[in-house]
Every structure is written in C-alpha cells, then in structure tokens.
C-alpha cells in the first residue's frame, strides 16, 4: 500500500473534491467537526515546515468568524447578553462556531490538497482540457515559493549591507517597500526571461506534445470505488433530510436516523482514507527495516 501522494493525480482531485464538497455545501455541524478533526490529522501528517505558523493563522481566523457572527447578527431568541443594548444571541454564536469548524477544516484539507498536487501533477490534470490555463496555473505555483525565497534573500542582503534600519516604523516600512520593490522587479525580469526561453524552444508553435510518467492503476480504481461507495450514503441522507440543521430562531438539528447514522460513518470512512493508507505505509517501511 501506497502514500496516498503516489496516486494518480486524478485520484487525488476526485477524493478531495468529494470530501470538500461535503462540508462546504451542507451546515451540519456533525459533519463539519468531523472534517476539521480529518483535516487537522491529515495536515499533521504532512512534513511542513510552517506548521506552527499555519496552526497559529487558522485559529485566528476561527475564532474571528466564531465571534464576529453574533456582534453583527442579532437573530436567534435565546439572548446571552447585551453588547451596546444589542443582543447577543444562543443561536448565533453557534453559527459562527459552526461557520468557523466548517472553514478552517476546508482550510486544512486545501492546504493537504496543496501539498500533494504539486505543479507537475495539476499540468498532469488539466494538460489536456485547457493546456494554457494549466500551464499558467503550474508556473503561477512555481513563482509563489521563488518569490518568497526571493524576498528573504533580498531583505537578508540589504540588512547585511545595512540599508534597512529597524529603528522605528517608519524606517520598517521602508526598509519593507524597498525589499518588495527589488522582489517584484526581479519576478518581472524572471518572467521575461522564461517568456523569451518558452518562445525559444517554440512554445506554440503546433500541436503539443505530452510525456508523464504518472499512469492510472489498480490502485486509483480502488481509491475512486472507495470514494464514491462512501459518497453514496451521505447522498442518500441529504436527499431524506437526516442532516438537515436550523439556526433560526432556535438551534435544531435533525433526530439521527439510520439514514444520518450511514452517513457519518461513512463521510468517517472516507475521511481518513489518506491517513490509513499513511499508516499502513509506515508500519511497511518500520517492519522492512526491522528485518535487515
């Protein structure tokens, strides 16, 4: 058994488009929790560099849509308090807490999604519907990690050279335009030369070839079978009304059913998918080491 980052890139867009599109377009805060707690273990899974920074920005952006929701909105009839002879209601702080699982673990999933469809796989996937705009998007990806690369260089040099003070905000604040105007001169100078050498190599000119060395196997079939086998129960209970949730003017979610109990289990199954196939990849690699 494979990581899941050596599947076939369509594999890897179905699987995440399902699972996405499960929390997105539904308000049931079961499913959401469930998606955030899949999310949050699968990025934890992934080797990053950033993790501590990443977990640091999310929660900040949990907890802004959790509390901006009932400062803003008043409806709901149970009130907490009074903000400003404003109520603050029940039913809409539990919005916004909802609002906030369901965005942050959609969050962590693109982020794991960003991670494992790296440029070469996402020209993989969309080559050959729209070559242009795959190829726009994969040099886009490539120029947003070279940017940043290029930023760290350039405010690293000029501080070596003792052009940027950290005195005051204002010599911060210009010390910081000068790095982003050297950066962004060099992406445009950058750009150039990669427009001038595709121009060189006759990008163009007739019809494009295609060379990968990704192929679609048993392995992918599986992982697609899996994906929709679990869809299919959580389908069957978005059509019955078994995740059916109100907010307004009291907070009410469906009497689970055997429909919504099919459901849960399954969106469970189909959520940790990838961090099974982690799992039995590392006990792999664990046992053959054990045995030289």
């Given at each position: 058994m ?9 594999t890897?867009f ?8 499960i929390s997105?377009?539904?308000m049931?805060?079961?499913?959401h ?7 949050l273990l699968?990025f ?5 560099d950033d993790?501590?920074?990443?977990h640091i920005w ?6 802004i ?9 008043h409806?709901?009839?149970?009130v ?5 002879d404003?109520?603050?209601?029940q ?23 960003s ?17 242009k ?5 994969s040099?886009g ?9 290029q ?10 050279l ?9 010599d ?13 001169s ?20 007739g019809?494009r ?12 079939t599986a992982?697609i ?5 679990c ?6 209970a ?7 949730t109100?907010?307004y003017?009291?907070f009410n979610?469906a009497?689970p ?5 099919l459901?849960?289990?399954?969106y ?20 053959l080491?054990?045995?030289?």
């Open positions: 494979r990581d899941f980052k050596e599947y076939n890139p369509v890897v179905v699987y995440y488009a399902a699972v996405v599109a997105m377009f539904t049931n805060p079961i499913l929790i469930i998606s955030f707690v899949g999310g699968q934890m899974m992934q080797k990053t993790r501590v920074r990443t999310y929660l900040i952006l949990g907890l849509l959790c509390f901006i929701r009932p400062l803003f909105s409806n709901g009839a149970t907490l308090f009074l903000l400003n404003n109520p603050v209601t039913e809409a702080f539990i919005f916004g807490l909802n609002s906030a699982v369901m965005v942050v673990g959609v969050l962590y999933l693109f982020r794991v999604f991670e494992i469809m790296t440029s070469d796989r996402l020209l993989y996937l969309f080559g050959r519907v729209s070559p705009t795959a190829l726009i998007l040099m990806l490539r120029y947003i990690p070279m940017l940043r690369h930023r760290r260089i350039t405010r690293d040099a000029q501080t070596v003792g052009i940027n003070k950290d005195d005051n905000a204002i911060r604040m210009r010390g910081g335009l000068n790095v982003f105007s050297a950066t962004v060099w992406g445009i100078e950058n750009g150039i030369i990669t427009a001038d050498s595709m121009v060189a190599r006759g990008y163009g000119e019809k070839s295609h060379y990968s060395t990704l192929r679609f196997k048993k392995r992918d992982i079978m899996i994906t929709a086998l869809l299919v129960p959580v389908i069957i978005l059509v019955k009304g078994s995740f059916d109100v907010f003017p009291l979610i009497e059913d055997i429909h919504a109990y459901g849960y289990i399954s469970i199954i189909l959520i940790i998918v990838p961090i099974i196939l982690k799992l039995m990849e590392s006990f792999r690699w664990k046992f080491m054990s045995k030289i």
